[in-house]
C-alpha cells in the first residue's frame, strides 16, 4: 500500500469535515516525451499561466484548478477542476487553455477535460465549527413574511441540484415549515446510529421539523428551544457530502436567525424581497442582520417582480420594479437577479414540484438556474479568494540520496 495513503486519508477527512484548503501539486503524466524534446510540468504551467478563471480573476495555475497534465507524444491532456456545477465560462476556459498550450514547440492537440469541485466557504467564525461533509451553506432570508423564500429556497436547491451538485435543503423555519409541502415530502424520517437520515425529493436532500410533528399543530417555541433545535438539525442530521446547503429561514431577524449566525460559519445569506418599499424596508433590516454579525451577505434576489399576460405577454409590475435592484446598490451588495409572477410558482408550491422540476423549460425555471448560477459563482469566488486556514501544502515526495 502507498505509504502517503494514511496521511493522504486524514487530509481527506480534514478538508472535508472542516473545510481545510488543501493544496496539491498538480500531477503530471508523460506517456510519451514531444517529438524533439523535453517537456516539463513547469513548461505547460507556465504557458498557460495567463489563463484566468473570469469569476475570479485569478489564474488557473495560481487557483490551482489544474490537478492534472498529460503529456502523449504530441497530444496534451489538461484537467481543469472548476469552482461551481454551473460555470458560464467554461467554453472560454477552454478556448483559452487550447490557444496558450497550443502554441507550446511539439504540441499538436490540446484536449481539456473538466471535473468539478466545489470548495469550502464561510465567514470562518472561531467559535463556529462547520457542519461536517458540508462545504457551503446558504441561508435564504427576508425581513418581511410571504415574500417568497421557501419558494426560492426550494427552487434554489434543486436548481443547483440539477446543475450536478450534492445539495441538502433544511427547513429552519421552526414555527411554520413549508419545505414538506413544497418540496411533496411527508414521511417519517429515519433515524440510524443516532443521526437522522434526511429525505430525499427532487434530488435534493431534506430536512423540516415538519417531518417529526403533526402538521396541524401550532408550533410556539420558547428561544432556548429554537437554539436547540436548530442546532440538533445542523449536527443531528446526516448531510453527509454536501456541496450547498440551503436553508430556509423565518421571516424577521430573531432566534433562528441568530442561533445559525453564532453556530456555524454560513457561507452567506441570501435576501429575498418583493419591489415594493414596505417589503424592501423589511428587506433592508434583515441585511442588516446578517452584515452586523459578520455574514456575508451574497445579494438580493427580487422576488415577484411583474407578471406577463398569458394571453398578450404584457409584462404589469404589479409590486412595482426594480427596488431590488435599487436596494442592492444602495447597501453594495449584488443583485442576483429576479423572478417574475407566475401562477404555475404558487400551483407547484402547493403540489409539491417545484417549477424548476416542473417546467424546466419555462422562462420562470431559467429565471430560478441563473439565481443559482449567480449564487454558485458569488460562493465560488468566495471560496477561491478567502481560503479558510489554516492552509496545508502537499508536496510530492523527492527521492533522496
Ligand atoms: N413569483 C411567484 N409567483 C407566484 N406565486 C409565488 C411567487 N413566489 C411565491 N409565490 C407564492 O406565494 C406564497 C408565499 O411564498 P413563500 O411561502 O415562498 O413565502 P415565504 O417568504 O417563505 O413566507 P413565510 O414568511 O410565511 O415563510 C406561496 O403560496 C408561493 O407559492
Ligand atoms: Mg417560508
Given at each position: 500500500m502507498d505509504p502517503s495513503w494514511g496521511i493522504v486519508r486524514y487530509l481527506k477527512e480534514k478538508e472535508e469535515r472542516f473545510g481545510l484548503h488543501v493544496e496539491k501539486e498538480p500531477i503530471v503524466t508523460i506517456t510519451?516525451?514531444?517529438?524533439?524534446?523535453?517537456?516539463?510540468?513547469?513548461?505547460?504551467?507556465?504557458?498557460?499561466?495567463?489563463?484566468?478563471?473570469?469569476?475570479?480573476?485569478?489564474?488557473?495555475?495560481?487557483?490551482?484548478?489544474?490537478?492534472?497534465?498529460?503529456?502523449?507524444g504530441n497530444r496534451l491532456v489538461l484537467t481543469v477542476e472548476l469552482l461551481s456545477p454551473i460555470a458560464p465560462y467554461r467554453d472560454t476556459i477552454e478556448q483559452e487553455l487550447k490557444t496558450a498550450a497550443g502554441a507550446i514547440p511539439g504540441i499538436e492537440t490540446v484536449d481539456v477535460t473538466f471535473l468539478t469541485r466545489v470548495r469550502?466557504?464561510?465567514?470562518?467564525?472561531?467559535?463556529?465549527?462547520?457542519?461536517?461533509?458540508?462545504?457551503?451553506?446558504?441561508?435564504?432570508?427576508?425581513?418581511?413574511?410571504g415574500v417568497g423564500k421557501s419558494t426560492v429556497a426550494a427552487n434554489l436547491a434543486v436548481a443547483l441540484s440539477k446543475a450536478g451538485?450534492?445539495?441538502?435543503?433544511?427547513?429552519?423555519?421552526?414555527?411554520?415549515?413549508s419545505?414538506?409541502?413544497?418540496?411533496?415530502?411527508?414521511?417519517?424520517p429515519l433515524v440510524r446510529g443516532g443521526k437522522i437520515v434526511p429525505l430525499e425529493a427532487h434530488?435534493?436532500?431534506?430536512?423540516?421539523?415538519?417531518?417529526?410533528?403533526?402538521?396541524?399543530?401550532?408550533?410556539?417555541?420558547?428561544?432556548?428551544?429554537?437554539?436547540?433545535?436548530?442546532?440538533?438539525?445542523?449536527?443531528?442530521?446526516?448531510?453527509?457530502?454536501?456541496?450547498?446547503?440551503?436553508i430556509d429561514l423565518p421571516p424577521g431577524t430573531g432566534d433562528v436567525q441568530l442561533t445559525l449566525t453564532q453556530k456555524i460559519p454560513l457561507s452567506g445569506a441570501v435576501i429575498v424581497t418583493t419591489p415594493q418599499e414596505v417589503a424592501l424596508a423589511d428587506a433592508v433590516k434583515g441585511l442588516k442582520m446578517f452584515q452586523e454579525v459578520k455574514t456575508p451577505v451574497i445579494g438580493i434576489i427580487e422576488n415577484m417582480s411583474g407578471f406577463a399576460c398569458p394571453c398578450c405577454g404584457t409584462v404589469t409590475p404589479i409590486f412595482g420594479e426594480g427596488g431590488g435592484k435599487r436596494t442592492a446598490a444602495a447597501h453594495g451588495v449584488?443583485?442576483?437577479?429576479?423572478?417574475?409572477?407566475?401562477?404555475?410558482i404558487r400551483e407547484g408550491g402547493d403540489t409539491g414540484s417545484p417549477i424548476v422540476?416542473?417546467?424546466?423549460?419555462?422562462?420562470?425555471?431559467?429565471?430560478?438556474?441563473?439565481?443559482?448560477?449567480?449564487?454558485?459563482?458569488?460562493?465560488?469566488?468566495?471560496?477561491?479568494?478567502?481560503?479558510?486556514?489554516p492552509m496545508i501544502k502537499l508536496m510530492q515526495a523527492r527521492p533522496t540520496g
Open positions: 510519451q516525451p514531444p517529438i524533439g524534446g523535453e517537456l516539463t510540468k513547469e513548461r505547460v504551467l507556465e504557458a498557460v499561466a495567463s489563463v484566468q478563471e473570469p469569476a475570479v480573476g485569478r489564474s488557473l495555475v495560481e487557483l490551482r484548478m489544474i490537478p492534472a497534465v498529460e503529456i502523449d469550502a466557504s464561510g465567514s470562518g467564525k472561531a467559535d463556529a465549527d462547520p457542519i461536517a461533509g458540508v462545504r457551503n451553506t446558504i441561508a435564504v432570508a427576508s425581513g418581511k413574511g451538485a450534492k445539495v441538502g435543503l433544511l427547513d429552519a423555519d421552526v414555527y411554520g415549515p419545505i414538506p409541502l413544497m418540496m411533496g415530502q411527508g414521511a417519517k434530488g435534493v436532500k431534506v430536512m423540516s421539523i415538519g417531518f417529526l410533528l403533526d402538521p396541524d399543530k401550532a408550533l410556539i417555541w420558547r428561544g432556548p428551544l429554537v437554539a436547540q433545535l436548530i442546532t440538533q438539525f445542523l449536527n443531528d442530521v446526516l448531510w453527509e457530502d454536501l456541496d450547498y446547503l440551503v449584488p443583485f442576483l437577479g429576479d423572478v417574475p409572477i407566475d401562477p404555475r422540476a416542473a417546467f424546466p423549460d419555462s422562462a420562470t425555471a431559467k429565471a430560478f438556474a441563473h439565481l443559482a448560477e449567480a449564487v454558485a459563482v458569488q460562493l465560488a469566488r468566495d471560496a477561491a479568494t478567502k481560503p479558510r486556514k
